[in-house]
C-alpha cells in the first residue's frame, strides 16, 4: 500500500500570505489528522476529520482550518501567515480508531 | 488537559547498551498510547498499546504499558547507531463511550544519541 502523501514537501511565503497543504491517506483510511511541530512546542494537534467531518480540534487560531474530500484527501489552509507559523506541518492518516501512520510533512518557512 | 511527559530528555550511550525510555501521561477517557521514531523526517510508528495489549515486542524493542501507574516505557537492547533518533510517546483520548477523535497528545520527545 501507498503511504501517506503530503504537497508540497517545501514551501516559502511572506507575512500575510496565505497557503493550502494538501494530504492523500492510505488507501482506505477514513480519518486524516493534522499537527503542527515546531523546536518550541514539539508536536500540536491541529485538527481531525472523518467522512468530511471534522471531529476534533486543537488550541489554535481560526486562520488554520481544513477540510476533508469525499476521496479522503484532505487540504489545511492558513490564512494572514505570521512568522510564528514556520514549522513543519504533518497529517497522518488512520482507519479512524486505529494507530496513525505521519506523511513526510510540508516545511513551511514564512518570511 | 491531556498531559503527556517524558523522560530523559536526552541519552547518550554506547553501541550495545540497553535503554529504558519513560513516559506518563494523565488523559481523559484514555484508550491507547503509541510510540513513535523519528529521525530526520517524519515520525514512524512503532507501538500502540492499548487496555487490552499492555505489552508488545518487535526485535530489539519493547514497550510495556502500566494502566495502573499511568505510564509506559520503551525498551531498546543491544543499541546501534541507527537507534539515533528522537523518540516521541503519545497518548489517545476519547469520548465517554470510548470513540476516538483521532487528537494525539505527544510528550517532548526523548533524543537518544547512540555513539559506536
Known amino acids: 500500500k501507498a503511504g501517506v502523501t503530503q504537497t508540497p514537501r517545501y514551501l516559502i511565503k511572506t507575512r500575510g500570505q496565505q497557503v493550502t497543504l494538501s494530504c492523500s491517506p492510505i488507501?482506505?483510511?477514513?480519518?486524516v489528522s493534522w499537527y503542527q511541530q515546531t523546536p518550541g512546542q514539539g508536536l500540536q494537534f491541529l485538527f481531525e476529520y472523518f467522512s468530511e467531518t471534522q471531529r476534533n480540534k486543537g488550541n489554535f487560531p481560526g486562520r488554520f482550518s481544513g477540510r476533508q474530500f469525499s476521496n479522503s484527501r484532505s487540504e489545511m489552509n492558513v490564512s494572514t501567515l505570521e512568522l510564528g507559523d514556520s514549522a513543519l506541518y504533518l497529517c497522518a492518516s488512520s482507519p479512524g480508531w486505529n494507530e496513525q501512520f505521519f506523511g513526510p510533512g510540508t516545511r513551511l518557512t514564512v518570511l | 488537559e491531556d498531559k503527556v511527559v517524558q523522560s530523559p530528555l536526552s541519552l547518550v550511550v554506547h553501541e550495545g547498551d540497553t535503554v529504558t525510555l519513560n513516559c506518563s501521561y494523565e488523559?481523559?477517557?484514555?484508550?491507547?498510547l503509541l510510540w513513535y521514531k523519528q529521525e530526520k523526517k517524519a515520525p514512524t510508528f512503532l507501538f500502540m498499546l492499548t487496555s487490552s495489549g499492555i505489552e508488545k515486542k518487535s526485535g530489539r524493542l519493547s514497550s510495556i504499558l502500566d494502566k495502573k501507574e499511568l505510564s509506559s516505557i520503551l525498551n531498546i537492547t543491544a543499541t546501534q547507531t541507527g537507534d539515533s533518533a528522537i523518540y516521541l510517546c503519545a497518548v489517545e483520548a476519547g469520548d465517554a463511550g470510548g470513540t476516538s477523535y483521532g487528537k494525539l497528545t505527544f510528550g517532548q520527545g526523548t533524543i537518544l544519541t547512540v555513539h559506536p
Open positions: 488523559v481523559t477517557n484514555f484508550r491507547s
Open positions: 488507501s482506505g483510511h477514513r480519518s
